[in-house]
């Protein structure tokens, strides 16, 4: 059912995974551990899916995300909100009796100190999200970002559905926990991997000094290209018969961390429909990257 509120827009982009409500506690200092400190706390619209799909919008795409969101009061705030930022969500799974899901993440003054995803609903909705790819939104080979909080069933299943078989597939797995969720698209030689270096680590399976050599490392294992990033070190993008390529950011003062992978992934992905080659597609995300991390909102 189309939801009366949705953008009605083809969309050129589809953002697959998580969208659910960001609460971002910040202290302006460092914290130990058991720390009890005055901060911030933030209520904003997040999930990878929505976060990139959100950065997209900025650069003047049409993204569409396909994720689980509940009919709660959560729910119809965060459609609403997602809207106004330029997302198109009439393709949404609403109607699957589930609550909205949450993310709660504690930040200090060197990074993110810890956080927990409950993306139960988006879990427990499986296949039903990618239900629009039958329909509304059928014959699809455009870009699609897929992001690691779905289930490692449906992760495994995305490679062989014929419905995505000429898709343009980003992929980025959303935490290191969730990091090895991704060996199917990489057996399967399928899509563009946007990792950091602790997640390009574990999927290739050891130590690497450098986004460079951590991004060649996955390679190694069978992925087409991968984008590593190394917080304020060189990030890199190797891919197979080309060369590999670095890039450092610009030194920054920290001013938040949640989603800045996204905002690079978004960045990134938008040069490169904007016809941009690698170098300049690479400088752009890193420098998009640095000024969220800033707190600036590019463009």
Sequence with gaps: MTDPLSVTRQPDILCIGAMLWDVIGRAPRRMAPGADVPGRIRHLPGGVALNVAVALARWGLRPAVLSAVGRD??????????????????????????PTDCYMGIEDSEGLIAAIADAFSLEMAGAEILAPLSGALSSWDGPVVLDGNLTEELL?????????????????PASP??????????AARRGCFYLNRLEAEILAGRACPDAASAAEAVVARGAARVLV???????????????????????????????????????????????????????????????????????
């Design 177 to 186: 926990g969730k990091a090895e969720r991704l060996e199917p698209l990489i």
């Design 73 to 98: 009061p959560e729910g119809e705030a965060l459609v609403v909100e997602a809207q106004r930022l330029g997302v198109i969500t009439e393709h949404l799974a609403r109607d699957t009796g589930l």
């Design 229 to 299: 990033t190394d917080g304020p070190r060189a990030a890199a993008d190797a891919a197979v018969g080309a060369e590999t390529l670095t890039y450092t950011p610009p030194a920054v003062a920290v001013a938040r961390v949640t989603g800045a992978g996204d905002c690079f992934l978004a960045a990134h992905l938008a040069a490169e429909l904007d016809s941009r080659g690698r170098s300049t597609a690479l400088a752009r995300a890193v420098n998009a990257s640095a000024a969220h991390v800033s707190g600036k909102d590019v463009p």
């Design 156 to 172: 495994a299943a995305v490679p062989r559905d014929p419905r995505l078989s000429q898709a343009d597939l980003r992929v980025v």
